[in-house]
């Protein structure tokens, strides 16, 4: 069995909305997993939004419990931790390094195998051989300096928005958002069964 755990800041609209939604997708699939989520920064028990419970609620899926801080000992129970933004990505990894390998964005994840992946790769060896170059006080090349903002302007967004305080329809949009990429997890999770 693996074990899922999916990190946003409060745990109450969409991490509670991926573990939920996850849940129902491995059920339908036979997808063999347990899910979790947590928050970055919150404190344990809150409810899920308002909002974000109503959209679960028009997918027929039924919302988890109150809302849980991430904690070392989740970090270290999951096998594979997904988070909604590459803030929380780096968040997780500052508290618990020894979490890199099994830690991902959900989109991510779930585009793993896309060609998008290897511009990502690009994109970040440019920016961490900008980085070196500004420490030592050197320019990065133009041509690489032109690449590199090439490739920013093509790369998707790899974060998930927060729909916090905001309409249903918001929540409605990220919780598809967040289903686009779920849907794409479990195929990959299933490929590797």
């Known amino acids: 069995m693996r074990k899922i755990l999916l990190v946003c800041t409060g745990n109450t609209c969409r991490s ?14 036979g997808l ?3 899910v979790r989520s947590a928050g970055v920064s919150t404190v344990n ?13 028009r997918r027929g899926v039924e919302k988890p419990a109150g809302s849980a801080s991430l904690t070392g000992e989740e970090t270290d ?11 929380h990505k780096r968040a997780v990894l500052e ?9 991902y964005t959900l989109k991510e ?33 133009a041509k690489d300096r032109a690449r590199l903002a090439e490739l920013q302007r093509r790369l998707p967004s790899f974060d998930i928005a927060d ?16 289903m686009d990429a779920l849907k794409r997890t479990v195929g990959k999770l299933r490929e590797a069964e």
């Open 16 to 29: 509670p909305m991926a573990e939920a939604m996850l849940r129902s997708l491995a059920e339908e699939s």
């Open 32 to 34: 063999d997993v347990e």
């Open 77 to 87: 129970w999951a096998d594979l931790i997904l988070t909604m933004t590459g803030s």
């Open 95 to 103: 508290r618990y390094p020894e979490a890199e390998i099994k830690t």
């Open 45 to 57: 028990g809150l409810p899920v939004s308002p909002n974000a419970a109503e959209a679960l609620r």
């Open 109 to 141: 994840f779930a585009l793993q195998d896309d060609p998008v992946m290897d511009d990502l790769l690009e994109a970040e060896r440019l920016f961490a051989d900008w980085q070196l170059k500004r420490a030592l006080g050197e320019e990065l090349p």
């Open 163 to 178: 729909p916090y305080g905001g309409p249903l329809e918001v929540y409605e949009r990220c919780a598809d958002e967040i």
